[in-house]
């Protein structure tokens, strides 16, 4: 039996001895796969009181993290996710400060704090502006996992230093928490947790377990008769289930689904007709094939016989078609259309009519500087695709670039690619294993370091210079390279 991330959330606000309630909060429980891929995320703002229309600023700030984050790319980590979405959020709420009357007192402006946690996997991703605080609760104890930005002028008096919509940016606390079964976080507004304490947070619990809501109602209503003034907030997330180290759709595909054999000319399967052999390795075998209900050929990738019972293998084989249908780009390869459930592991891409990069430089021995420029600004756009997806190609060479008739250049071969977001979500899938070949492997690999976009572009380098001189820049010397002190010398 699998198991996946599942948590108790209990919520409640008050406006207290207020006239209205400038607090908003929030969360979201979302089903597979965006459970796996971005996480439960759990929000909590708090308008500062001198504004009239602070509150709007609150429930904005709520709503647009519960709805841009699920819209961000599966392929981002939570930290740029969430952050690009709160810089958004942020310059947005400053813009509507900046049109109104009030344009040059922020006191009265559009300005909230912001709390957020998000539960991906097995860790806890939190981000902090303002005052409004996060803490976990261990053994009746709470330990404040978030630190206040208020300026504290004198015993009765103090500032925020730090707000959504306070400014054009925004200076985003970012922190990562381990997760185990049973932890507990509370998420509060200044009107709980400076009326309340760590004993009576924990015994409401405790009395509640069932009900969580019920828990954060009594807290509240414990604060208030403590004489807070001030709107009233908290949320209580409960960790109750945590996901298994495999959990992925990509894994679980690679294990489902058996690998098919080989393939003959005119022989029919799933749905598409054979038509011939296109390319064999020791990695995967690559047909011409044509859909039976469209007529459009595709290439059709099956995994390599002799790899298929290593373990991991399927499991990057399948991996490149999860790549390509994240990536929208004239220098990607594109993955065929998705019309007919699968039965085995296979891969359909678009089929393009030219020749390697690799096989061009055979037949091109004296590369002019024009063209070589021409085919690596290509290269680069493709590169720059996966870059913006928090991706890392990994197998940069002459061989996984295609050239087609019309002159379009295309990044192909996807298995080695580096996924940030997956690798968050499934930490098991990280490999020390050096996936590229290793001619065109960037030297960080050989150190034990992980790679970044630098990595890649010296695949390209090597590969620009290779069309100049016909020659490797370092020959096989880079492959040898074990520590930091080897490579200085090269």
């Given at each position: 039996m699998v198991n996946h991330l599942k948590t108790s959330i209990g919520q409640y606000s008050d406006k207290g001895r207020k006239e209205i309630n400038q607090d908003f909060f929030g969360a979201l429980l979302p089903v597979q796969p965006a459970l796996e891929l971005k996480g439960i995320s759990v929000v909590l703002t708090d308008g500062i009181s001198s504004s009239n229309v602070s509150q709007i600023a609150a429930e904005s700030t709520v709503k647009s993290f519960l709805t841009d984050y699920y819209c961000t790319?599966?392929?981002?980590?939570?930290?740029?996710?969430?952050?690009?979405?709160?810089?958004?959020?942020?310059?947005?709420?400053?813009?509507?400060?900046?049109?109104?009357?009030?344009?040059?007192?922020?006191?009265?402006?559009?300005?909230?704090?912001?709390?957020?946690?998000?539960?991906?996997?097995?860790t806890a991703h939190l981000f902090h502006v303002g005052d409004s605080r996060i803490y976990r609760l261990e053994g009746g104890s709470l330990e404040q996992l978030t630190n206040d930005h208020r300026n504290v002028v004198s015993s009765v008096e103090s500032y925020l230093s730090r707000a959504i919509g306070m400014a054009d940016t925004v200076n985003i606390d970012y922190r990562t928490a381990a997760l185990n079964v049973g932890d507990i976080f509370i998420m509060a507004t200044d009107g709980v947790y400076e009326h309340t304490n760590a004993k009576h947070i924990s015994q409401m619990i405790a009395a509640h377990q069932d009900d969580l809501d019920m828990?954060?109602?009594?807290?509240?209503?414990?604060?208030?008769?403590?004489?807070?003034?001030?709107?009233?907030?908290?949320?209580?997330?409960?960790?109750?289930?945590?996901?298994?180290?495999?959990?992925?759709?990509?894994?679980?595909?690679?294990?489902?689904?058996?690998?098919?054999?080989?393939?003959?000319?005119?022989?029919?399967?799933?749905?598409?007709?054979?038509?011939?052999?296109?390319?064999?390795?020791?990695?995967?075998?690559?047909?011409?094939?044509?859909?039976?209900?469209?007529?459009?050929?595709?290439?059709?990738?099956?995994?390599?016989?002799?790899?298929?019972?290593?373990?991991?293998?399927?499991?990057?084989?399948?991996?490149?078609?999860?790549?390509?249908?994240?990536?929208?780009?004239?220098?990607?390869?594109?993955?065929?259309?998705?019309?007919?459930?699968?039965?085995?592991?296979?891969?359909?891409?678009?089929?393009?009519?030219?020749?390697?990069?690799?096989?061009?430089?055979?037949?091109?021995?004296?590369?002019?500087?024009?063209?070589?420029?021409?085919?690596?600004?290509?290269?680069?756009?493709?590169?720059?695709?996966?870059?913006?997806?928090?991706?890392?190609?990994?197998?940069?060479?002459?061989?996984?670039?295609?050239?087609?008739?019309?002159?379009?250049?295309?990044?192909?071969?996807?298995?080695?690619?580096?996924?940030?977001?997956?690798?968050?979500?499934?930490?098991?899938?990280?490999?020390?294993?050096?996936?590229?070949?290793?001619?065109?492997?960037?030297?960080?690999?050989?150190?034990?370091?992980?790679?970044s976009k630098r990595s890649d572009y010296f695949s390209l380098a090597v590969i620009a210079y290779q069309m100049l001189t016909s020659k490797l820049p370092y020959g096989t010397q880079v492959s040898k390279i074990r520590n930091k002190a080897q490579l200085k010398k090269l």
């Open positions: 790319s599966d392929t981002w980590t939570v930290k740029t996710s969430a952050s690009r979405v709160i810089q958004a959020t942020n310059s947005w709420l400053h813009s509507a400060t900046k049109r109104s009357i009030d344009a040059y007192d922020m006191n009265r402006g559009y300005v909230c704090t912001l709390s957020a946690m998000v539960f991906k996997a097995r828990a954060a109602q009594m807290i509240v209503r414990n604060a208030y008769e403590n004489g807070s003034a001030d709107n009233l907030t908290i949320q209580i997330i409960r960790i109750d289930s945590l996901p298994d180290t495999e959990a992925n759709d990509v894994i679980a595909q690679s294990k489902t689904l058996p690998a098919p054999p080989l393939l003959d000319a005119q022989q029919e399967f799933e749905g598409y007709k054979v038509l011939r052999p296109l390319h064999s390795n020791h990695r995967s075998h690559i047909y011409l094939v044509q859909d039976i209900e469209s007529g459009e050929k595709y290439a059709l990738k099956i995994p390599s016989i002799d790899l298929r019972e290593q373990p991991g293998y399927l499991r990057q084989f399948m991996m490149e078609d999860w790549v390509m249908r994240r990536i929208k780009n004239a220098h990607v390869l594109k993955a065929a259309p998705q019309t007919r459930k699968r039965k085995f592991a296979y891969i359909v891409m678009e089929y393009i009519q030219g020749q390697t990069l690799a096989q061009w430089m055979i037949d091109n021995p004296k590369c002019d500087l024009k063209t070589m420029r021409e085919i690596i600004d290509q290269v680069s756009r493709g590169l720059r695709a996966f870059h913006r997806k928090e991706m890392l190609h990994q197998d940069l060479r002459p061989q996984n670039i295609m050239l087609d008739e019309d002159g379009t250049v295309k990044l192909i071969d996807f298995g080695s690619t580096r996924v940030a977001g997956v690798l968050e979500a499934s930490p098991d899938l990280q490999s020390n294993d050096i996936l590229g070949t290793l001619q065109y492997t960037a030297p960080e690999y050989f150190t034990g370091e992980t790679g």
